[in-house]
């Protein structure tokens, strides 16, 4: 059975500060996937990371996998406020066609 | 992108009633579309895949005979919730996978928030 882990669950941080949200997974996968929640709504995509290496940024965020380690990572540059929201990994056990199985996600707070 | 959408966005309803919710991809078409759950401060949890033209495939532990999923055409599958119980109060949210290959995006629909009272 497919695992994937979130950690931090809670990251309350500074503007202006970097951290970093870990993503481990248990099985092999074709690909891993961010996303942002804000409360009440659905699921905005941040990232699909598909091999082993690969790296992408997108403003203040970037994501990067280690398919060796199974884990990702999600580091937060200078936050904002703005960035505030949970945020969630999830993978494609491969051989499950498109079923993406999710993390617990990790709920940010970037204090003023 | 590619676009999902899913309707209503939220609804009320009454404990033993039934609740239909659509999920379309309105550039693209899904012949499989996913049926997720989601519960206050959690994560989401797979229901149950929906396959055009056959039957769905439920996760262990979600009641086929109580989320109906139809999958009648390319660009729409639908979510019965019936005989609702507040106990299914939750944020229902569909993905459909955008195209083929490895480099395939998952696109999420709006959810819908529904409360059984």
């Known amino acids: 059975e497919l695992k994937v882990e979130q950690n931090p669950l809670f990251l309350s941080m500074q503007e202006g500060k970097n951290y970093t949200i870990y993503c481990n997974y248990s099985t092999t996968s074709d690909r891993l996937y961010w996303y942002r929640q804000d409360p009440g709504k659905s699921l905005e995509s941040l990232f699909v990371?598909?091999?082993?290496?690969a790296v992408k940024q997108e403003g203040r965020l970037m994501a990067s996998l280690d398919t060796k380690a199974r884990l990702s990572t999600l580091h937060i540059t200078a936050a904002v406020h703005d960035l505030s929201a949970t945020y969630f990994c999830a993978v494609v056990k491969e051989t499950s066609g498109s079923r993406l199985t999710f993390g617990e996600g990790t709920q940010l707070t970037v204090n003023p | 992108g590619a676009v999902v959408s899913q309707h209503p966005s939220w609804v009320i309803c009454k404990s033993g009633t039934s609740v239909k919710i659509e999920c379309r991809s309105l550039d693209f078409q899904a012949t499989t579309m996913f049926w997720y759950r989601q519960f206050p401060k959690q994560s989401l949890m797979l229901m149950a895949t929906?396959?055009?033209?056959?039957?769905?495939?439920?996760e262990q532990g979600v009641e086929k005979d109580k989320f109906l999923i139809n999958h009648a055409s390319l660009t729409l599958s639908t979510l019965t919730v019936t005989s609702a119980h507040p106990e299914d109060s939750s944020f229902y949210i569909c993905?459909?996978?955008?195209?083929?290959?490895?480099?395939?995006?998952?696109?999420f629909g709006q959810g819908t928030r529904l409360t059984v009272v």
């Open positions: 929906s396959n055009e033209g056959s039957k769905a495939t439920y």
């Open positions: 990371l598909l091999s082993n290496g």
């Open positions: 993905s459909a996978p955008g195209g083929g290959g490895l480099n395939t995006e998952a696109f």
